[in-house]
């Protein structure tokens, strides 16, 4: 197989994780990521929430999806003070402990409105109030007045983004925001690239899932599952990356950033399906972890697994450090190797396999 990540894929990745594509307002990431894979893909279709699907051979019966989630996390204005302060409401898992002092972006029609996350000076600050948290969290725009913030196009409902953007950190540690889960779509656009560069034939229809509003409890997943109605589906998305200071191993389980994707057992994996995608890694010598989930896997993994009678499903993770943070970290050769391990899984489905245990 040829270099995984090249010049031209890493340069999108940039592009893509750069961009902005909070819950429920995804499309401009959509259109970056479709563009990308257009050339590699025989045809695509979108639903009515901004979900993309490009499809390798579409006349194919027996339908195989992998699958990222497309959306990060963010903030909606929730209430604008007369003296021109913004307060906010969660859109997904947004971190209230990191919020003081950084840049964001309110996104309006009339444009992109800088604000920050003001903070008082530790000097002025009771002890009882050191804490952030929803109720004492806001931005400031640099107006006086409310009607100074609703001249700028800002209103209750308007979506705010953290405005950090991608950096790579001692060569190989991709580093930004929203890699939660758009790493999960780059892999997944990398496995179009590389089907069609290796000209792969695969025996049934690939269907390439960008799925929206994972971040608000599988939204897009279960949307696009019903339209799809697939045979199996191999889902990517990011796992805690539990060697770093302050997490309990005991509760979170050993996972370490650079020893491979992680592979999860639980109650909506299929496991005959694990199984072979097992063999896949070792046969490739690709290196792998283990982790296991209690009832849910808490991605679109359980989306799929649950439609339409029940689809055989796997989930394929990216060691992560500092979830919903804008310092999310994860090292260039998991990706790779997770790109990978997605392929080589692919090339060992049959056409019309039956994953049943009893049959």
């Not at 003296?83 to 309006?108: E, Q």
């Not at 029609?109 to 002890?127: L, Q, S, Y």
């Not at 929206?212 to 191999?234: F, N, Y």
Request: proline share 4%.
């Amino acid at each position: 197989m040829k270099k995984i990540i090249n010049a031209k894929s890493q340069k999108f990745l940039e592009k893509y994780l750069n961009n902005t594509s909070p819950t429920g307002f995804e499309l401009e990431g959509q259109k970056i990521w479709l563009d990308y894979v257009k050339p590699y893909i025989d045809e695509y279709f979108t639903d009515n929430y901004g979900t993309v699907v490009g499809v390798i051979n579409p006349k194919a019966k027996y339908k195989v999806v992998i699958e990222a989630h497309a959306d990060e996390i963010s903030w909606f204005v929730n209430y604008i003070t007369k003296d021109g302060f913004i307060y906010l409401r969660r859109n997904g898992g947004s971190d209230h402990m990191i919020a003081p002092s950084k840049r964001v972006n309110i996104h309006t029609d009339k444009g992109m409105v800088k604000a920050v996350f003001g903070w008082p000076a530790i000097h002025t600050r009771h002890e009882k109030d050191d804490a952030p948290s929803m109720k004492n969290i806001c931005l400031d725009a640099g107006c006086s007045t409310k009607d100074e913030v609703e001249a700028m196009g800002v209103h209750v409902g308007c979506v705010v983004t953290f405005e950090d953007e991608f950096i790579i950190l001692n060569k190989n540690r991709y580093c930004g925001r929203a890699l939660d889960n758009r790493m999960g779509g780059f892999m997944i656009a990398e496995i179009a690239r590389l089907l069609k560069e290796e000209k792969t034939k695969l025996p049934f229809a690939l269907y390439i899932v960008n799925a929206v509003q994972e971040e608000v409890g599988l939204r897009g997943a279960q949307m696009i599952a019903q339209k799809i109605k697939p045979d199996v589906a191999i889902v990517t998305d990011v796992c805690h990356d539990t060697n770093t200071p302050m997490i309990n191993k005991i509760v979170q389980g050993d996972l370490k950033s650079g020893d491979g994707p992680v592979l999860t057992y639980g109650p909506a994996v299929q496991n005959n399906l694990l199984k072979q995608i097992i063999k896949a890694a070792e046969k490739n010598k690709i290196p792998f972890q283990r982790a296991a989930a209690s009832r849910a896997t808490g991605t679109d993994t359980d989306a799929f697994a649950y439609s339409n009678e029940g689809v055989p499903s796997a989930l394929i993770s990216l060691p992560l450090r500092y979830m919903h943070t804008t310092v999310e970290m994860c090292r260039k050769e998991d990706v790779e190797n997770a790109i990978r391990l997605i392929y080589h899984s692919l090339t060992t489905i049959k056409n019309n396999q039956d994953f049943r245990y009893i049959k």
